[in-house]
């Protein structure tokens, strides 16, 4: 098979894949016109006021974006990617680019044909464009990317052919909405020609000779294209298009997703003394730091909301409809789309191939119309009333009862899921107390799944106001045909006591679990955790002499929080963000279901509990209802 990679116009070669191997060989007569290394394509410094005609050139620039990303970090609800990460999201995706190493993506950086959301060097850096915002506490320059690529007279054939590979010091990090601006540049049906060598021309093409002159052709189409003005229009656009969805994601994200992550921060993050930090439970650390990013992301909104208004609801309406059309192009069946955009939690943005790239590009136009909405307080056509097939409003009423979709109403999002024969109600609710928990099922509902499931984290209220509150929980799951799960510590005796007595008194169908003696141990050995922690230190810094340090520091940890503690004490700099939270639960479940069973070979604890939840969404709650109880004394059902 013979193809040419998508990238490939842009570094001069060709790759010929055979039977028995891969050969690289030249683009055929069509030169670079470059000189020696460098690391940086051609490019100056951008200009976001206007145009070369003298137009509005974007509403957000890339300088005031990447200031904020730096400053307002905490903010930002989808993590930062580097090149080689969102290189696999990309290719997850369905564009093709190298994974592995990160390079196509490090390519098209270094050109300023894909501009990063903030740039970290451990080097002061002198490239135009790249615009210094601060050092970071451990001494690195943090930058602003405002740069844009220089119009090539000879085209793009070749551009980055001469380009050095990108240093370790330098990092450019992205956000995922930046999916968009690779797709639009790789994608030939949405930027002109690129060149798209089939490997059906494998065949169909008589003769090496004449099969060589096809890819010429194809090349040099593509460097006409890209020496003229429009190709570089078209690559700001979908920069500024990916910096205006970055800019409102935290806005909007919780109301659409259903939830917060909130980030560990340190005591000068928060504005008070290590004193007063360290006086303070992990539980009112936990309020205190959502507080304070809650705060943080409402001043953000009052910011970028005269950016919004500055801009106009008809210019923000028209950049919309371009995204809801590029979706469309990728993935026409509106139905899929709003079907996969309801399911819970994070989902949805989990979602790969070509109908994972087309609800990305839509959850990006959707973005844009909540802080729209919020911004100018009027009500915008949802998503699937844009584009090609637009849906009318009428329609949509008649079909599911509202011609809002996608605004958290269960009554019309099952409405909508019964066309299909699907069900959308909760049909089990987690019960857990503490952050570690509540971050590791949370974390792994919402990457692999868990519509039907709700979590709910108890925090104290078991047993207080005479389990007032959380009685009426359990009267009400059982009203509603909903399983209840309950997780608890096994050192938290009160807690048990309470859960035993529920189920003695036979006011709850479900399950309910003890972690002895509590989720950390009960689930993971001491050199599993040690490896855990390692792998956070590492990424914050550690050097390989702090291993054994730490090793020893946990020698005779026998709980969650001696564990944490120790290993505080033991690499306070580079575990200084480490805590029982929603990360550490997140990074402890992410272990658990790459490695279901321990190093006896026995299930996992908390993955018979998984597994027991998902069942419970296939089981009928009236027979278990009818046939079965909750043991006192197991947690587990038996038969009644």
């Not at 490090?106 to 002061?124: C, H, I």
């Not at 922690?533 to 702090?546: H, K, L, S, V, Y």
Request: with cysteine; glycine share 10%.
């Amino acid at each position: 098979m013979i193809y040419v990679h998508p990238i490939g116009p842009l570094t001069g070669v060709i790759e010929t894949e055979f039977l028995w191997g891969k050969e690289t060989v030249a683009a055929p007569r069509i030169t670079n016109g470059l000189g020696s290394q460098r690391l940086f394509g051609p490019r100056h410094a951008y200009n976001e006021t206007v145009s070369g005609n003298g137009e509005p050139r974007t509403i957000v620039g890339p300088e005031v974006l990447g200031r904020w990303m730096i400053e307002r970090w905490y903010v930002w609800q989808m993590r930062l990617l580097d090149a080689k990460k969102l290189s696999r999201f990309c290719r997850a995706r369905g564009v093709q680019v190298t994974s592995s190493s990160g390079k196509d993506v490090e390519r098209l950086w270094q050109m300023g044909l894909l501009r990063a959301d903030y740039v970290r060097s451990d080097e002061e850096l002198t490239e135009n464009g790249l615009v210094k915002i601060r050092m970071d506490r451990y001494g690195r320059h943090l930058y602003a990317d405002a740069r844009r690529p220089t119009p090539r007279a000879e085209g793009f054939v070749g551009a980055a052919a001469g380009l050095e590979r990108l240093s370790p010091a330098v990092k450019p990090f992205f956000h995922p909405f930046r999916f968009y601006v690779i797709q639009q540049l790789l994608q030939p049906v949405l930027l002109g020609p690129r060149p798209n060598i089939t490997p059906i021309s494998t065949f169909t093409t008589a003769g090496a000779n004449r099969y060589a002159g096809l890819v010429e052709k194809e090349l040099g189409r593509f460097n006409d294209y890209t020496r003229g003005e429009s190709f570089l229009r078209e690559v700001e656009r979908a920069n500024d298009v990916a910096e205006l969805a970055v800019a409102a994601e935290p806005c909007v994200y919780e109301r659409m997703f259903g939830g917060r992550r909130v980030p560990g921060l340190e005591p000068e993050d928060l504005g008070i003394s290590v004193e007063e930090y360290l006086a303070l439970g992990s539980e009112a650390r936990w309020e205190r730091t959502s507080e304070f990013q809650k705060r943080g992301i409402e001043e953000h909104g009052e910011e970028l909301s005269r950016y919004y208004r500055d801009a106009g609801v008809e210019r923000l309406e028209e950049v919309r409809e371009r995204l809801c059309i590029d979706s469309e192009r990728l993935y026409k069946d509106k139905n899929v789309l709003n079907l996969l955009r309801l399911a819970r939690g994070r989902v949805p943005l989990g979602i790969e191939g070509d109908v994972g790239a087309a609800l990305l590009v839509r959850i990006m136009a959707e973005t844009l119309r909540r802080f729209s909405e919020e911004t100018f307080g009027k009500e915008l056509p949802e998503e699937d009333e844009l584009g090609f097939g637009m849906r009318v409003r009428k329609v949509k009423v008649g079909d599911y009862g509202s011609h809002r979709l996608l605004d958290g109403e269960r009554g019309v999002a099952n409405a909508f899921m019964r066309r299909f024969g699907l069900d959308h109600s909760v049909r089990v609710r987690w019960y857990v107390e503490g952050y570690t928990e509540w971050g590791a099922l949370g974390g792994i509902f919402g990457r692999y799944g868990g519509t039907g499931m709700e979590l709910h984290n108890l925090s104290g209220q078991v047993v207080s106001n005479r389990w007032a509150a959380f009685e009426s929980n359990l009267q009400t799951d059982l009203e509603g045909k909903v399983f209840s799960f309950v997780m608890i510590d096994g050192d938290r005796k009160d807690y048990v006591g309470a859960v035993r007595r529920a189920a003695r008194e036979d006011r709850f169908c479900g399950r309910f679990f003890i972690q002895e003696p509590d989720f950390e141990f009960a689930n993971f050995s001491l050199p599993e955790l040690e490896e855990m922690i390692w792998e956070i230190a590492e990424e914050n810094g550690a050097i390989p002499e702090d291993r054994q340090r730490l090793h020893e520091a946990l020698q005779e940890v026998t709980n969650g929080d001696q564990l944490i503690r120790k290993a505080k004490a033991a690499l306070t700099v580079s575990l200084r963000s480490l805590r029982k939270n929603q990360d550490w639960g997140e990074r402890l479940m992410l272990h658990a279901w790459e490695n279901p069973e321990d190093h006896e070979r026995k299930t996992r604890p908390v993955m018979e509990a998984v597994w027991a939840a998902w069942r419970g969404l296939q089981t009928n709650f009236d027979y278990e209802r009818a046939n079965y109880r909750v043991d006192p004394d197991t947690g587990d059902t038996i038969e009644w």
